[in-house]
């Protein structure tokens, strides 16, 4: 199993422009996750997902945007891209346990790092 | 509110010595606490939860609710525990809600 890939790796974009981070897992977990690290400001949750088709805000959604159309992809869209969106992004998966939440281990990829100049 | 905090933004020790990295947390039920560990280069991974209550690679933590705190602790620190760590709560809804990281750097 890959686990969790995210592409790019690296992105420079400009003020105004759009683009699309991609994450997909191949553990057919239901919930997946994005978020952004800022230095010194650990791990703030963008957008989430417990399963196809439902996608939920979560601490700082604004500027992004999501769709979970299949289990395995849950892509994050920058709209306008702003400087405030300069971060490194992480996606993160976890599968459904048994009390039909999720199991609480999270299980993340390599991260997008993303510079707005 | 539910808060994760970690003091420190950066712990340096020399090998041998002692460390321990704080976190204090601010949850109105029952915490499920963890530390996630990012070496060089590598993803974020999780090192170990309190419910398990487990030493992994000589770290430990106690939950202790009376001071709201899930301090990670290892007795001699090693060059390569280098890396930042975060302290990380799960909310009822099943989210992580994470500190704000600490680089601990361990010098020979």
């Known amino acids: 199993n890959a686990g969790v890939t995210q592409t790019p790796k690296f992105h420079i974009l400009k003020i105004g422009q759009s683009m699309t981070l991609q994450c997909t897992q191949d553990?057919?977990?239901?919930?997946m996750y994005w978020y952004r690290q800022d230095p010194g400001m650990g791990l703030k949750l963008i957008y989430y997902?417990?399963?196809?088709?439902?996608?939920d805000k979560g601490e700082v959604p604004n500027g992004y945007n999501v769709s979970r159309s299949t289990t395995e992809d849950f892509p994050l869209r920058l709209e306008l891209a702003a400087p405030s969106q300069t971060s490194v992004y992480f996606c993160?998966?976890?599968?459904?346990?048994?009390?039909?939440?999720?199991?609480?281990?999270?299980?993340f990829g390599p991260g997008t790092r993303l510079t707005v100049t | 509110a539910q808060r994760v905090t970690q003091p420190e933004k950066l712990l340096s020790v020399f090998k041998g010595a002692p460390v321990e990295l704080k976190c204090n947390y601010s949850?109105?039920?029952?915490?499920?606490l963890f530390w996630y560990v990012q070496y060089s280069r590598q993803r974020l991974q999780l090192l170990l939860r309190?419910?398990s209550r487990e030493s992994i690679k000589g770290f430990t933590a106690d939950l202790n609710k009376g001071e709201t705190s899930f301090h990670l602790k290892k007795p001699f620190a090693q060059e390569e525990d280098s890396a930042m760590y975060y302290c990380?709560?799960?909310?009822?809804?099943?989210?992580?809600?994470f500190g704000q990281g600490t680089e601990l750097s361990v010098k020979p």
């Open positions: 553990m057919n977990h239901n919930y």
């Open positions: 949850y109105s039920g029952s915490p499920e």
């Open positions: 993160a998966s976890t599968p459904r346990g048994q009390g039909g939440g999720p199991v609480n281990e999270q299980y």
């Open positions: 997902s417990v399963g196809a088709g439902i996608t």
């Open positions: 990380a709560l799960l909310n009822q809804g099943g989210k992580l809600i």
């Open positions: 309190h419910i």
